[in-house]
């Protein structure tokens, strides 16, 4: 069944290939000769940084709609899990917003985003904000403050690790998620953040390409929630009793909320308005709109019947596919991303978690490691110059040297997350304890962790 299913899409891509290099070598701007008399003239000094209200403000919306993005995520999980854990799991994403703000504020931004020490790190000349103030810092933005860029990153510091709840989700105890939550974010997330987007860190000199987050975001959190799930164990009664979700509905408008903030994601990654960000825009939404068919048409063929949350994982699956690429793809191949994203995380979900046996309890790793590692090895397929004169060709558009850079950075990035996540885990397993206790778990995390139940009856 899944023979047929790859055998399709293989052949819809090859249709599609076509129309895509041609449509977006078709895009590539006109190179406009410079007159002889302007070469003759010295070059100009460069002009200061200036504030355009304009970026600033789609930087800001761009900032809320990330934020939505995390409550998004707690709903999305949240009604995933049984309803027992409904207010647990979503307190999981509500109260990483607030771990993360003030991590970032004090030591995360500047770890991340520092002035470059040795490719690794960025150094502590702006710890709690020192430093970064209003003016533009044309380094990252040159058109917006300096503080706009810092909380518009702050947004993407704050949905990674609440990704990796969904591994442990029904079975953590509480205390030791706050802390996991602190030394992931200083240990794994912020050192990634800076090898792949900080000015001098080392994959980003390499020119490996990740626009929106596809390596700094996704595949971080996904191989970081499989270590988590593994180490951590399976839920009380895994495969042997029902734990269908108890809210659908719930976890449709989650859905819908990250479709919704993923906008901001993307397109604001661009950190101007303008082009670019119109262009991620787009194949935003058309790769999420491909990978919810595509889920939906491998389940449809394998199970007999399409379902809501087959359409919803669908979705977000396209959205962490189209991420890493965003910036640097046309719409046809964001149809491509979108559809392999869709087959292929269905796959991990429902064929390989299986067969593997380990309880990834809401598919962190199926959707968000798979998913971004395909759309960053796609980034090295399809990205243009024609989209991105700053990016750069990938193996269909004559380049096949970005391919291996991809593959260098997906490695990279996934055996530091999950060897740093499995240490870090094991430390907090020995001093703290994983797990809240087998009465605990039975009883659910909402009374036991939180004294409260989410619904009255």
Same mark, same amino acid.
């Given at each position: 069944?899944?023979?047929?299913?790859?055998?399709?899409?293989?052949?819809?891509?090859?249709?599609?290939?076509?129309?895509?290099?041609?449509?977006?070598?078709?895009?590539?701007?006109?190179?406009?000769?410079v007159?002889?008399?302007?070469?003759?003239?010295?070059p *100009?000094?460069?002009?200061?940084?200036?504030?355009?209200?304009?970026?600033?403000?789609w930087v800001?919306?761009?900032?809320?709609?990330?934020?939505?993005?995390?409550?998004?995520?707690?709903?999305?999980?949240?009604?995933m899990?049984?309803?027992?854990?409904?207010?647990?799991?979503i307190?999981h994403?509500?109260?990483?917003?607030?771990?993360?703000?003030?991590?970032?504020v004090?030591?995360?931004?500047?770890?991340?985003?520092?002035?470059?020490?040795?490719?690794?790190?960025g150094?502590?000349?702006?710890?709690g904000?020192?430093?970064?103030?209003?003016?533009?810092?044309?380094?990252?933005?040159?058109?917006?403050?300096?503080?706009?860029?810092?909380? /518009?990153?702050?947004?993407?510091?704050?949905?990674?690790?609440?990704?990796?709840?969904?591994?442990?989700?029904?079975?953590?105890k509480?205390?030791?998620?706050?802390?996991?939550?602190?030394?992931?974010?200083?240990?794994?997330?912020?050192?990634?953040?800076?090898?792949?987007?900080?000015?001098?860190?080392?994959?980003?000199?390499?020119?490996?390409?990740?626009?929106?987050?596809?390596?700094?975001?996704?595949?971080?959190?996904?191989v970081?929630?499989?270590?988590?799930?593994?180490?951590?164990?399976?839920?009380?009664?895994?495969?042997?009793e029902?734990?269908?979700?108890?809210?659908?509905?719930?976890?449709?408008?989650?859905?819908?909320?990250?479709?919704?903030?993923? /906008?901001?994601?993307?397109?604001?990654?661009?950190?101007?308005?303008?082009?670019?960000?119109?262009?991620?825009?787009?194949?935003?939404?058309?790769?999420?709109?491909?990978? *919810?068919?595509?889920?939906?048409?491998?389940?449809?063929?394998?199970?007999?019947?399409?379902?809501?949350?087959?359409?919803?994982?669908?979705?977000?699956?396209?959205?962490?596919?189209?991420?890493?690429?965003?910036?640097?793809?046309?719409?046809?191949?964001?149809?491509?991303?979108?559809?392999?994203?869709?087959?292929?995380?269905?796959?991990?979900v429902?064929?390989?978690?299986?067969?593997?046996?380990?309880?990834?309890?809401?598919?962190?790793?199926?959707?968000?490691?798979?998913?971004?590692?395909?759309?960053?090895?796609?980034?090295?397929?399809? *990205?243009?110059?024609?989209i991105?004169? *700053?990016?750069?060709?990938?193996?269909f558009?004559?380049?096949?040297?970005?391919?291996?850079?991809?593959?260098?950075?997906?490695?990279?990035?996934?055996?530091?997350?999950?060897?740093?996540?499995?240490?870090?885990?094991?430390?907090?397993?020995?001093?703290?304890?994983?797990?809240?206790?087998?009465?605990?778990?039975?009883?659910?995390?909402?009374?036991?962790?939180?004294?409260?139940?989410?619904?009255?009856?």
């Open positions: 069944m899944f023979k047929k299913i790859g055998i399709a899409i293989m052949l819809l891509a090859y249709l599609i290939m076509p129309m895509a290099v041609m449509a977006e070598e078709a895009a590539a701007p006109a190179s406009q000769p007159a002889e008399a302007q070469a003759a003239q010295p *100009a000094a460069p002009a200061p940084p200036k504030i355009d209200t304009g970026d600033t403000a800001l919306i761009s900032t809320a709609l990330v934020m939505l993005m995390t409550p998004g995520l707690a709903l999305f999980y949240g009604g899990v049984r309803k027992k854990n409904v207010l647990g799991t307190m994403s509500f109260i990483i917003v607030a771990i993360i703000s003030i991590q970032w004090l030591w995360g931004y500047t770890l991340a985003f520092g002035p470059d020490k040795g490719g690794i790190i150094g502590l000349e702006w710890l904000l020192n430093g970064v103030g209003l003016d533009p810092n044309p380094d990252y933005a040159a058109t917006i403050p300096h503080q706009a860029f810092m909380i /518009f990153q702050m947004m993407f510091a704050v949905i990674t690790p609440a990704l990796i709840t969904g591994a442990f989700a029904e079975r953590m509480f205390s030791t998620f706050f802390v996991f939550t602190i030394l992931w974010a200083t240990l794994v997330y912020d050192p990634v953040c800076h090898w792949v987007w900080a000015v001098g860190g080392w994959i980003r000199n390499i020119g490996a390409l990740d626009f929106a987050g596809g390596t700094v975001v996704h595949i971080s959190s996904g970081s929630a499989l270590a988590a799930a593994l180490l951590i164990g399976k839920r009380k009664g895994y495969m042997t029902i734990m269908a979700p108890h809210n659908l509905p719930m976890t449709v408008l989650g859905a819908g909320l990250l479709w919704f903030g993923w /906008f901001g994601f993307n397109a604001g990654s661009a950190v101007a308005s303008g082009g670019l960000a119109t262009s991620a825009f787009v194949v935003t939404n058309t790769a999420a709109a491909a990978a *919810a068919l595509a889920w939906i048409f491998a389940e449809w063929i394998q199970r007999g019947k399409p379902t809501v949350l087959g359409a919803a994982s669908g979705a977000v699956a396209g959205l962490v596919a189209i991420t890493p690429a965003s910036g640097f793809v046309g719409p046809m191949s964001s149809i491509i991303i979108g559809l392999g994203a869709g087959v292929l995380c269905y796959m991990a429902s064929l390989v978690k299986p067969l593997l046996g380990y309880d990834d309890s809401l598919d962190a790793f199926g959707v968000h490691g798979v998913g971004g590692t395909w759309g960053a090895i796609a980034t090295g397929l399809f *990205a243009t110059t024609a991105n004169s *700053a990016g750069a060709d990938g193996l558009f004559g380049n096949a040297a970005l391919l291996g850079k991809q593959f260098i950075a997906v490695l990279v990035t996934m055996v530091y997350a999950f060897v740093v996540t499995f240490v870090l885990l094991k430390v907090l397993d020995w001093t703290m304890g994983l797990r809240a206790s087998e009465e605990e778990e039975i009883m659910g995390l909402d009374l036991t962790q939180h004294g409260e139940s989410g619904y009255s009856s």
